[in-house]
Nanobody
Framework: QVQLVESGGGSVQVGGSLRLSCVVS????????MGWFRQAPGKEREGVAC???????KYADSVKGRFTISKDKALNTLHLQMNSLNPEDTAMYYC??????????????????WGQGTQVTVSS
C-alpha cells in the first residue's frame, strides 16, 4: 500500500518562505516520478512542480525561480522549498506519485497516488 503524508504547511506573510515535505511509504514502482500540486478554493487542482525518476524537474510558470522541488531517496521524502510567497500561492498543497519515471505536472490524472494535503496560507 502506497501512502504519502505531507507536512510543513502553515501561514506566512507575503515574501515569506515555507518548506513542504512528503514522506512516501510503500513503493509506487521500480521508477517513479513525484509532483506537487495545489488547489485553491473554487479552482481546479493545478501542477506546481515535478521531479522524474532520474531527477529531471519541471515547474509551473507561476512558481519558476521561487519554488524548488527535491527528493531525498534515502528517506523516501519529497520536498518543496517555497520562497517569495504571495497571496496567489494560498492553496491546499498535495504531493503525488506516479508509476513511471517521466516528470509531468499535467494532467493530474497521470498520478496514481495522492496525499491528504497540507494548507498554505499567505497573507498580506
Amino acid at each position: 500500500q502506497v501512502q504519502l503524508v505531507e507536512s510543513g504547511g502553515g501561514s506566512v506573510q507575503v515574501g515569506g518562505s515555507l518548506r513542504l515535505s512528503c514522506v512516501v511509504s510503500g513503493y509506487p514502482g521500480i521508477s517513479f516520478a513525484m509532483g506537487w500540486f495545489r488547489q485553491a478554493p473554487g479552482k481546479e487542482r493545478e501542477g506546481v512542480a515535478c521531479i522524474g525518476g532520474l531527477g529531471s524537474t519541471k515547474y509551473a510558470d507561476s512558481v519558476k525561480g521561487r519554488f524548488t522541488i527535491s527528493k531525498d531517496k534515502a528517506l523516501n521524502t519529497l520536498h518543496l522549498q517555497m520562497n517569495s510567497l504571495n497571496p496567489e500561492d494560498t492553496a491546499m498543497y498535495y504531493c503525488a506519485a506516479r508509476a513511471g519515471s517521466s516528470c509531468t505536472i499535467a494532467p493530474t490524472s497521470d498520478y496514481n497516488y495522492w496525499g491528504q494535503g497540507t494548507q498554505v496560507t499567505v497573507s498580506s
